[in-house]
Nanobody, 123 residues
Framework: QVQLVESGGGLVQPGGSLRLSCAAS????????MGWYRQVPEKQRELVAA???????NYADSVKGRFTISRDNAKNTVYLQMNSLKPEDTAVYYC?????????????????WGQGTQVTVSS
């Protein structure tokens, strides 16, 4: 059974930091690149950060230099360290799979989504 459990969100002031965690079932974590997606109401979910099984990473331009994705393969967990947060980072954040093809990264999530974790950046 696929499980994705996100945590770590909250309310933070602009310029602040948060660290998100996602515990994934071993069945998908061990064979896939993983990524963090975010969604705001009435907009499509977007992929903001991804990490391959061997640790190579990719970021959306909007978060490059501020967010860092990492993974602990022993714990089947992926993290997102978010620094210098901006109001436009406000969203519900989800983790899911990503497809890495050569140097390309494609948002190819499984049909199952966790509950997500709300991040609100506001003064």
């Amino acid at each position: 059974q696929v499980q994705l459990v996100e945590s770590g969100g909250g309310l933070v002031q602009p310029g602040g930091s948060l660290r998100l965690s996602c515990a994934a079932s071993g069945s998908i974590f061990s064979i896939n690149a993983m990524g963090w997606y975010r969604q705001v109401p009435e907009k499509q979910r977007e992929l903001v950060a991804a990490i391959s099984k061997d640790g190579s990473t990719n970021y959306a331009d909007s978060v490059k230099g501020r967010f860092t994705i990492s993974r602990d393969n022993a714990k089947n967990t992926v993290y997102l360290q978010m620094n210098s947060l901006k109001p436009e980072d406000t969203a519900v954040y989800y983790c899911n799979t990503v497809l890495k093809l050569g140097s390309g990264w494609l948002p190819v999530p499984r049909d199952y989504w966790g509950q997500g974790t709300q991040v609100t950046v506001s003064s």
